[in-house]
């Protein structure tokens, strides 16, 4: 790579890096809403239980509108799975550019370490312990005028073959 081409390239990483750590913020702070404008028109959200290209089935696949859907019944109904809401920490590492030739989209990759606690009564099943999730996410972003958006967002967890108790928050 020539001086232009790693500027350009190193630019990219850190404006793709602060839109993913403004993604967890806003998951982590509850602000759904927020989380959801992130999202392209025509954008997906995906977690698979199998490898390949077209894994069936998924423990998550929504289109736009089931992003949505999942966005407004988190909340604007009453949703007993999230009652307490869970706490969360999304912790991002190795976040790498896979594909940027086309500087108005990219293709990244990053580790993601999802740690949930859900308080209230210890005598409640799954409140007060602690869990974490691992996996590796897959995001294809766009350039939305200043800022970044998501067409698909892509996350294989590590344990994705075997039950995942009462996965009621976004990862």
């Not at 019944?73 to 912790?91: E, I, V």
């Not at 995001?139 to 108790?165: A, F, M, T, V």
């Amino acid at each position: 790579m020539n001086p232009t081409e790693i500027r350009e390239h190193l630019l990219t990483l850190l404006s793709v890096q602060a839109f993913l750590y403004q993604e967890a913020r806003l998951l982590d702070e509850g602000e759904l809403e927020k989380w959801l404008s992130l999202f392209a028109d025509d954008g997906s959200y995906l977690l698979p239980i199998k490898d390949g290209p077209a894994p069936e089935p998924a423990i998550i696949r929504d289109s736009r509108a089931r992003i949505e859907e999942r966005v407004f019944r988190l909340t604007h109904t009453l949703a007993h799975s999230q009652l307490p809401a869970s706490r969360t920490q999304h912790d991002l590492t190795n976040i790498e550019l896979l594909s940027w030739k086309d500087v108005n989209e990219v293709e990244v990759a990053c580790n993601l370490t999802v740690h949930e606690l859900r308080p209230g009564n210890p005598f409640q099943a799954g409140l007060a312990t602690p869990r974490s999730l691992h996996g590796r996410c897959r995001y294809r972003l766009i350039q939305d005028g200043e800022s970044w958006k998501i067409r698909e967002k892509r996350c294989e967890l590590l344990n994705r073959e075997y039950p995942i108790y009462n996965l009621t928050f976004i990862i």
